[in-house]
């Protein structure tokens, strides 16, 4: 063989070595941008799972809170329910034979005083929102939970300030009742009933007690109606999480 063509076949061979190393040297590259996205797609899927594990217990949490609201606003509807038919026997009275004072003071007594604080399950949803992961909730549902915060925390406000208002007309009674079971407490005691003439505050008493069940009313069947209204958005926001859950 010539130089000239031995030459030749020597540039031949270098130029297909580099060839073959640099086809070599690409498909490493390749592989490598390949197992670099398989190894990032794999990390946004974990990501995401992660992500939707914590989505789906959030909504757990959720229907407990709901479920629990619920369950006090049904029986918080029961229970003022039943203060409100007492009070509504004892203004039928009225209607059907001749009230005496003693009778009124008596009847006025057997009802129900108390006040009740309605307080609703939020630690999820403010959770939510002061983690800044409410934004991880679809945009209808989380609407819709934020709108029932705004619903439990007015009728929460309103019958404080009617609990409020009516704890003004309460202590002022006080004062002229002393409590509620003293007069019963002085029965085997005359000479501690004459003194303290019990039946001489009577007309203001029976007053002061009227003035709490006429607040107690109007603050009660109000949130009776709140509580139902309530109940419906319950359920609502129920069901869009519902159809989230998985």
């Avoid at 409100?84 to 203004?91: E, G």
């Avoid at 009124?104 to 129900?112: A, E, F, R, T, V």
């Avoid at 005691?189 to 002061?208: A, P, R, W, Y």
């Amino acid at each position: 063989m010539t130089p000239f063509f031995r030459k030749i076949r020597q540039r031949m061979l270098k130029e297909n070595r580099f060839t073959r190393y640099t086809i070599y040297a690409i498909g490493e590259i390749v592989l490598v941008v390949i197992g670099i996205l398989i190894a990032l797609q794999i990390n946004n899927w974990n990501e995401d799972q992660k992500l939707e594990i914590k989505t789906q217990n959030y909504y757990k949490q959720l229907l407990e809170d709901l479920n629990k609201d619920r369950t006090f606003a049904e029986h918080t509807i029961i229970k003022f329910e039943l203060q409100r038919k007492a009070y509504q026997d004892y203004l039928n009275k009225f209607k059907t034979y001749q009230f005496t004072i003693k009778s009124m003071y008596k009847d006025l007594l057997n009802l129900n005083p108390e006040s009740y604080a309605l307080n609703f399950n939020t630690s999820t949803i403010e959770s939510l929102q002061n983690s800044g992961e409410i934004v991880i909730i679809p945009p209808l549902l989380r609407n819709k939970l934020l709108d029932l915060k705004r619903m439990q925390q007015k009728i929460t406000l309103d019958e404080s300030l009617d609990n409020r208002g009516k704890t003004g007309v309460t202590e002022r009674l006080s004062m002229l009742i002393g409590s509620m079971s003293l007069e019963e407490r002085l029965g085997n005691q005359k000479e501690l009933k004459e003194l303290f003439n019990m039946g001489k505050n009577n007309t203001d008493i029976i007053l002061g007690i009227e003035a709490v069940q006429d607040w107690m009313d109007f603050s009660e069947k109000k949130s009776i109606r709140l509580l139902k209204d309530l109940l419906k958005e319950i359920e609502n926001v129920e069901e869009l999480i519902r159809k989230e859950l998985k």
